[in-house]
């Protein structure tokens, strides 16, 4: 606990002497991003947060350019050695840069805490030694799973076979002892993220995974309404087809985007990093109470 | 059920085999689908399977009880249990019993997860109480170097035991390690 504690503080110390302002923004919301595979808990019409990400990227559209924020998010059903349904977001969004910017800012955070911590470049993951140095090992989607899964789900989309193969023989073909950096998702995955402009298959989103661990998620920012507004829109059929209910639109958010400037951003799992960093088995090693113990 | 509601520890029906889930690993990257990986145990043989699903699959539930027998005997190649409650008698092949055999006396309490009539197998309680049959008596020179010496159980089994320890002795044994745990009683 001792350890978080100084997790957050390094965390906050870095993102000031950057010029990003803290803030909070609302956990019960009138609307999420409709996203089918992440379900809300529902608060009496009004739902949890599931990620802050709406209510920063409003603010930037009203002239905000460097926001930080460490919140609670709330997705149910997800709950396992490394998922409690309610933990700790930490996301950061500016103006200009793009993913790739957001995924060098995540090594230099990193590494910050890594070293005020005592730690220093290297730790020791689950009896693994793992090398945090610059810079951090990337490869693309397509790359990752022709190599490992031997097929390209750029030029043959195909969802479900990609979460299986990308839990069951891409991440397991990362070398254990290096962060990596999975880029490029295919078009159908962008979520809120811009494609690629000369490469409109692929979207300008990155994951990061350190020891097997799902850390960070980076877009360059879509900026296009019409087209958010489509893609939130198949969620929203999707999920009334495969779990019988509406989901509201954030028109809100829609409008805002229209009035994005060139931005990017990442949300990163705060209990995965406090994990990583206090060699952590579990979540439930690094949080006060998990929804079994509440 | 619902895959989502599977747990260590609940048991499966796969192509009419019931397993035991050893482990369950629930993953969700990127905003995918969650993907669950299970680690079954073959209730029957105790092989293991490694099997993948995803969220919103169902799985079949294999009902399977626990019910307490008693050990009765063994005729070298059975050994019988009878259901405390119906005193009905069922015959385990010595195979299935394996090296828990060493820990059984006549009366020992089980218990037994049965699927329907099929039992599956035994379960040892933790502790089990057994006599010293043979245990070398000391020396006064080995009591000052050796700390444990062999001692052989009523049921034949071999195990370390505390110099103190004498024939006649009641021992208390942890069945999960077949190690000494305590002293229960001593022969006057």
Redesign the interface.
């Known amino acids: 606990m001792e350890r978080r504690a100084l997790i957050y503080e390094f965390t906050r110390a870095f993102f000031r002497e950057r010029g990003f302002h803290e803030i909070e923004t609302p956990i019960r919301v009138p609307a999420v991003a409709p996203?089918a595979?992440?379900v809300p808990f529902e608060s009496e019409n009004w739902f949890l947060s599931t990620s802050p990400e709406l209510y920063m990227k409003r603010l930037l559209a009203a002239g905000y350019d460097r926001l930080f924020q460490i919140s609670r998010c709330f997705r149910k059903?997800?709950?396992?050695?490394?998922?409690n349904q309610e933990f700790t977001m930490l996301e950061w969004y500016q103006t200009g840069g793009d993913y790739l910017q957001m995924v060098q800012d995540t090594a230099e955070l990193v590494l910050t805490i890594a070293s005020k911590l005592g730690i220093g470049s290297i730790i020791n993951y689950r009896s693994q030694r793992i090398d945090l140095a610059l810079p951090w090992p990337k490869t693309t989607v397509r790359n990752a799973f022709l190599c490992a899964a031997g097929w390209d789900p750029i030029t043959r989309p195909d969802?479900?076979r990609?979460?299986?193969d990308?839990?069951?023989k891409v991440?397991p073909s990362f070398a254990p002892d290096r962060p990596t950096v999975l880029l490029d998702?295919p078009a159908a995955?962008a979520?809120l993220a811009r494609l690629k402009p000369n490469e409109p298959t692929v979207s300008e989103r990155a994951?990061i995974?350190i020891g097997g661990l799902?850390l960070a998620?980076a877009y360059s920012e879509l900026r296009d309404a019409q087209e958010q507004e489509r893609r939130f829109q198949t969620e929203i059929e999707q999920i009334e087809r495969?779990q019988h209910h509406k989901i509201a639109m954030p028109w809100r958010f829609l409008q805002a985007v229209a009035h994005l400037p060139s931005c990017s951003g990442i949300a990163l799992g705060m209990d995965r990093l406090v994990m990583l960093l206090c060699n952590a088995d579990s979540i439930d090693e690094v949080v006060t109470f998990t929804m079994d113990t509440a | 059920m619902d895959i989502g509601d599977v747990r260590k520890g609940s048991k499966l029906l796969i192509n009419g085999i019931p397993y035991n889930v050893d482990e369950a690993e629930f993953m969700k990257p990127g905003k995918g689908r969650a993907i669950y990986r299970l680690k079954l145990r073959n209730l029957l043989d105790d092989s293991t399977l490694d099997i993948t699903h995803h969220s919103g699959e169902k799985v079949e539930e294999a009902h399977v009880s626990n019910y307490e027998m008693q050990y009765l005997y063994n005729d070298g190649e059975h050994y019988v249990f009878m259901n405390t409650e119906t005193f009905e008698q069922y015959l385990f092949d010595k195979e299935k019993i394996g090296d828990k055999k060493h820990f059984l006396k006549e009366g020992t309490l089980v218990t037994v997860p049965m699927m329907g009539e099929k039992p599956l197998g035994i379960s040892l309680p933790t502790f089990v109480e057994l006599e010293v049959r043979e245990s070398a008596t000391t020396t006064k020179a080995d009591t000052i170097t050796a700390q444990t010496k062999a001692a052989v159980l009523e049921t034949g089994y071999t195990i370390g035991v505390p110099t103190f320890v004498k024939e006649g002795d009641i021992i208390k044994i942890d069945t999960r390690t077949g190690t000494y745990v305590e002293r229960v009683s001593t022969k006057k």
């Open positions: 996203e595979q992440i059903g997800e709950r396992g050695r490394w998922h969802p479900l990609f979460d299986i990308l839990v069951t991440i998702y995955m979520s994951e995974f799902e998620n495969e």
